[in-house]
T-cell receptor
């Protein structure tokens, strides 16, 4: 069964460093998402991506964040200068269609980011 | 600004009994609702959804009820099984592009 994969499973970084979180969505999916979950809190939407551009983004997704689909298979989230409060689980998700019937999102297992 | 709320952080139920998980929302523009299940160290997995044109959707042991006037939805699991023990998130969407999640309810099914 196809699944969304994410690497690494755990990333530890120093405050101020850049990190890149990687995701491989399901191959025939068209819509891609990043979410984060700070420990003990709700899952928060960061950004959605469709047709090689950002479709929607939340207020969390500021200039320190960027997303890219560099090669048609990977979907990356970059944090340019990490802060302590960026420590969280980051989930990638993909969805088959844009618009039309509301297919569910398929989530990856997450990357735990720890900023020291 | 918490548009989707799950007011019960945890719930314990005996195996075989009904589990009822509740979710409230504030945005009347939401028209699509989903429930996700999450095990530790895994991403959320889709469980069941409901469109605002319906008030009930059933899939095996899982039924979601939607009360639009009360802005309330619930997930019923009957009968509950120990493997159902997980964190359950409800989510809502108004455009299909952005999904708003609740804080989750941790369900423990006691054998």
């Amino acid at each position: 069964e196809p699944e969304v994969t994410q690497t690494p499973s755990h990333q530890v970084t120093q405050m101020g460093q850049e990190v890149i979180l990687r995701c491989v969505p399901i191959s025939n999916h068209l819509y891609f998402y990043w979410y984060r979950q700070i420990l003990g809190q709700k899952v928060e939407f960061l950004v959605s991506f469709y047709n090689n551009e950002i479709s929607e983004k939340s207020e969390i997704f500021d200039d320190q964040f960027s997303v890219e689909r560099p090669d048609g298979s990977n979907f990356t989230l970059k944090i340019r200068s990490t802060k302590l409060e960026d420590s969280a689980m980051y989930f990638c998700a993909s969805r088959r269609v844009a618009g039309g019937p509301r297919d569910e999102q398929f989530f990856g297992p997450g990357t735990r980011l720890t900023v020291l | 600004d918490q548009q989707v709320k799950q007011n019960s952080p945890s719930l314990s139920v005996q195996e075989g009994r009904i589990s009822i998980l509740n979710c409230d929302y504030t945005n009347s523009m939401f028209d699509y609702f989903l429930w996700y299940k999450k095990y530790p160290a895994e991403g959320p997995t889709f469980l069941i959804s409901i469109s605002s044109i319906k008030d009930k959707n059933e899939d095996g042991r899982f039924t979601v009820f939607l009360n639009k006037s009360a802005k309330h939805l619930s997930l019923h699991i009957v009968p509950s099984q120990p493997g159902d023990s997980a964190v359950y998130f409800c989510a809502a969407s108004d455009t299909g592009n952005q999904f708003y999640f609740g804080t989750g309810t941790s369900l423990t099914v006691i054998p």
